[in-house]
T-cell receptor, first 113, second 115 residues
Framework: ELKVEQNPLFLSMQEGKNYTIYCNYSTTSDRLYWYRQDPGKSLESLFVLLSNGAVKQEGRLMASLDTKARLSTLHITAAVHDLSATYFCAVDAPTSGTYKYIFGTGTRLKVLA | GAVVSQHPSRVICKSGTSVKIECRSLDFQATTMFWYRQFPKQSLMLMATSNEGSKATYEQGVEKDKFLINHASLTLSTLTVTSAHPEDSSFYIC???????????FGQGTRLTVV
């Protein structure tokens, strides 16, 4: 059974600081996705990582994928209040190519002014 | 990105009644659609996978007679919660995948409250 774990579960940080969210998964997968969710809303796609070593950046967020370590990271640079949200990683289930996602536990981020 | 529309966004129903939620892919053909459930402050849990014209495949622990899924066309899947009870209150989110898109796309979600 594919399991996806994130840490930390909760993160409270000051504006301007850097931090990294980790996503570990238990079985082989070459596809990993990062999403943002605001309270009461659905998912907003942040990054699609489709190969080992993939690195993508958008604004203050950068995501990477190491398929050998079964690890993805979401790095936050110089955090601002608008980044406060819950962040999920998701991995394709072992029947790859079906876009059947197993989600991580989520990281609730609060950026303090 | 491709657009997936989910309707309604919010619904309140009485215990014992049934509720239907629609998930439509607006600008692509969705060969596969997925239904997820999310309880407050928790992650998304996959409920079932539906392929156009086929019976849905349910995840372990999901009652197929309670959560009826129909994927009658390449642009529409429906989830019907039958004989709803307060414990079925949750946020239901669909996603849709099509050929060559590289990822699944999510609907806006439906907040179901059973009173």
């Amino acid at each position: 059974e594919l399991k996806v774990e994130q840490n930390p579960l909760f993160l409270s940080m000051q504006e301007g600081k850097n931090y990294t969210i980790y996503c570990n998964y238990s079985t082989t997968s070459d596809r990993l996705y990062w999403y943002r969710q605001d309270p009461g809303k659905s998912l907003e796609s942040l990054f699609v990582l489709l190969s080992n070593g993939a690195v993508k950046q958008e604004g203050r967020l950068m995501a990477s994928l190491d398929t050998k370590a079964r690890l993805s990271t979401l790095h936050i640079t110089a955090a601002v209040h608008d980044l406060s949200a819950t962040y999920f990683c998701a991995v394709d289930a072992p029947t790859s190519g079906t876009y059947k996602y197993i989600f991580g536990t989520g990281t609730r981020l609060k950026v303090l002014a | 990105g491709a657009v997936v529309s989910q309707h309604p966004s919010r619904v309140i129903c009485k215990s014992g009644t049934s509720v239907k939620i629609e998930c439509r892919s607006l600008d692509f053909q969705a060969t596969t659609m997925f239904w997820y459930r999310q309880f407050p402050k928790q992650s998304l849990m996959l409920m079932a996978t539906s392929n156009e014209g086929s019976k849905a495949t349910y995840e372990q622990g999901v009652e197929k007679d309670k959560f009826l899924i129909n994927h009658a066309s390449l642009t529409l899947s429906t989830l019907t919660v039958t004989s709803a009870h307060p414990e079925d209150s949750s946020f239901y989110i669909c996603s849709a995948a099509g050929t060559g898109l590289g990822e699944a796309f999510f609907g806006q979600g439906t907040r179901l409250t059973v009173v």
